[in-house]
């Protein structure tokens, strides 16, 4: 996680960019209904379990009562928490660029830029279960080893997980942005 003042001098510049994720919340009547399916689940899980572990070691009900309070609280957190950080958009300002709770990194400790384009057999998951989408990401690296606004597993850019895809008006637009604040560009 960052810290939270890092980004907040970041956003107080003036906005020269913003381009949103495609990704959307998940709407407050579906999390309504997420949580009232999961929790009845829950409820006849625990309805049945002096039944389904009546001749069971103890360590098996333990492990029974446990898979099943851990599969509501993943629920639950999948759905209050990744459901809500999907609104959040790439905001690139005078003093740096922002992407929170992922990325903020001010105009000096940006080293290069390159464009990475996700199409065809490349496309990143998209925000339904059997998506896929297509675009164009910007791909940078900071001063350092340790390269936060890349995927460690694939070194792709970090921008492509959360479906921030620029249009060609905003790609000219940040190269612009990029170019005055005297960061290179990369192939």
């Not at 996680?1 to 510049?13: A, C, H, R, V």
């Not at 709407?27 to 001749?55: C, E, G, H, N, Q």
């Not at 958009?89 to 000096?108: N, Q, R, S």
């Not at 998209?126 to 690296?141: D, M, N």
């Amino acid at each position: 996680m960052l810290e939270k003042s890092k980004t907040n001098e970041i956003l107080k510049g003036a906005t020269l960019l913003r381009v949103a994720s495609l990704q959307k919340p998940i709407s407050k009547r579906s999390r309504k209904i997420v949580i009232a399916i999961s929790t009845f689940v829950f409820i006849i899980i625990l309805a049945f379990y002096p039944y389904m572990t009546k001749d069971a070691p103890s360590i098996i009900k333990v492990f029974y009562f446990a898979g099943a309070t851990g599969l509501y609280l993943l629920v639950i957190f999948l759905t209050f928490f990744l459901g809500s950080a999907k609104e959040n958009a790439l905001i690139i300002t005078d003093k740096g660029l922002a992407f929170w709770p992922i990325v903020a990194e001010k105009w000096e400790d940006i080293e290069s830029y390159s464009w990475e384009e996700f199409k065809g057999i490349n496309r990143v998951p998209g925000p339904t279960v059997f998506s896929s989408c297509e675009g164009v990401t910007l791909r940078i690296l900071i001063n350092g080893l340790f390269q936060r606004c890349l995927e460690s597993r694939t070194s792709h850019s970090i921008f492509a997980t959360y479906l921030i895809f620029f249009s060609p008006e905003q790609m000219a637009t940040a190269e612009g942005i990029l170019k005055q604040h005297g960061i290179k560009k990369t192939e």
